[in-house]
């Protein structure tokens, strides 16, 4: 049993307890004692609507972070394929012949890795502006 939960059946104990007495105590006292114990109800409610509402605002941002956990999983995995590729890779030469065959090689295997990267990049971005 939760604490929210046993704090209501605390409540509605109390509740039920405070009705019974009701009868005992004079009209006016009655009519006041009943009109405070309307109130509190009223703010019980009031208090579990708004819990009702933080919790499913948490359901929603908990799947939000594994969402953007997953798609951050994926460009690490994306960063650690191209930091391979790019370790094993000869430094940038200054020839212009051997730079243009340096550029033709990362052309093969660039513009997937670019892909991944932009869609990566794109649900960061939708993430921090929703």
Known sequence: MSDCETLETQADSLD?????V????SPDLSRSLS???GDLSARRERVRQGVAARAARLDEASGAVARFHARLSDLMTWLSAAEQGLSGA???????????NQMDTHKVWGPPLSLAFA???FSLMLHFIS
Do not use: F, K, T
Not at 16 to 20: E, R
Not at 22 to 25: D, T
Not at 90 to 100: K, N, Q
């Open 16 to 20: 039920a307890h405070a009705q019974s």
């Open 22 to 25: 009701l009868p005992l105590c």
């Open 35 to 37: 009109r405070s114990l």
């Open 90 to 100: 000869e430094p940038v030469s200054r020839d212009l012949g051997v730079l243009a």
């Open 119 to 121: 869609a990566a990049l």
